[in-house]
């Protein structure tokens, strides 16, 4: 298991390492600060001076150096549009992102395992049916286009819900939270449901066509053919089997939701970093860009990395493999 582990994490860091040279490249020569901070009225000596001072008169391989250190100790340069810290930004805004993508991760993984699961036990029932209608929706109408919807009933129309806005939020250990408030809840939901809907879809026809193999094999028979009750052989033997290809699907979404909540987040101006990468990009704040890119660079490793965890503790045949 410990080899296991430790693969995956050389792995890991291989993929950060050539993402940090990405960024550095993006960083380096797309757009010159200088002129963006300065403006073009600026004289030669102002130019030279913040060169120097921003210390892009170093060769690049100094430069590369500074910079992975600098990341190494969460200093993620200056934002160009605001003029502020990138890491302070990040901090202020990840709260939003985390509390939207993980809600909607937990809520698509738990409705869509039920209603795959249930659907392969009774294809023939009208729950499977509605089931399978919902994945279909959720895979045909683009995240925006559910969001739009959403906000022309339930806002717009109706009346009931918030269109944008996170709501009041409180600060707890340094987190800012707006989930002890029933006004937090009430503008999480239309988001939460937009999210939840994109990745509903593949959860729950995985989780059916999963469910449906193992219920036709071979130890499934021969532990009915032993007399074994009917819901161990269901939920104690087959699901547990069915869910390794899930949670790798299901891991897999929730890296993509957090790094590309962008959407939703745009649709409904939730202040998390979705919403600050749209609006640098539009100012072309490469800092900002740069340090979006680590962030959606260390999401996706530090998820396929748990995923991995969750496959040794599922299936025992990894622990003997790894070790």
Known sequence: MFGFILRRLIASLGVL???????????????????QMLGVEATEADRQRLRAELGLDDSVPSQFARYVANLAQGELGNSLRQG???ADMFRERLPATLELSLLSGVLALLVGVVLGVSAAIRPNALR?????????????????????LLIMGFSVQLNWLPSFGRGPTELVGGWSTGLLSARGWVHLIMPVVTLCLFQLALIVRLSRTEMLEVLKSDYVKFARARGIPEHRIRYGHALR???????????????????????????????????????????????????????????????????????VGIDPRLRVSGS
């Open 84 to 86: 502020r810290p990138v």
């Open 17 to 35: 390492l050539v993402v940090t040279v990405l960024a550095f490249v993006l960083f380096q020569y797309v757009g010159d600060p200088v002129n």
């Open 128 to 148: 499977a049916k509605v089931a399978m209608l919902f994945s279909l929706i959720g895979a045909t109408l683009p995240s925006f286009l559910i969001g739009i």
């Open 241 to 311: 089997n069915a869910m390794i290809p899930v949670i790798t699907v299901a891991g897999l979404q929730l890296g993509t939701v957090i790094a590309f909540a962008l959407v939703t987040e745009t649709v409904f101006q939730w202040p998390g970093v979705g919403l600050l990468f749209v609006e640098s990009l539009a100012f072309a704040d490469v800092p900002v860009l740069a340090a979006y890119l680590c962030f959606v660079s260390l999401t996706y490793v530090g998820i396929n990395l748990l995923v991995d965890l969750a496959y």
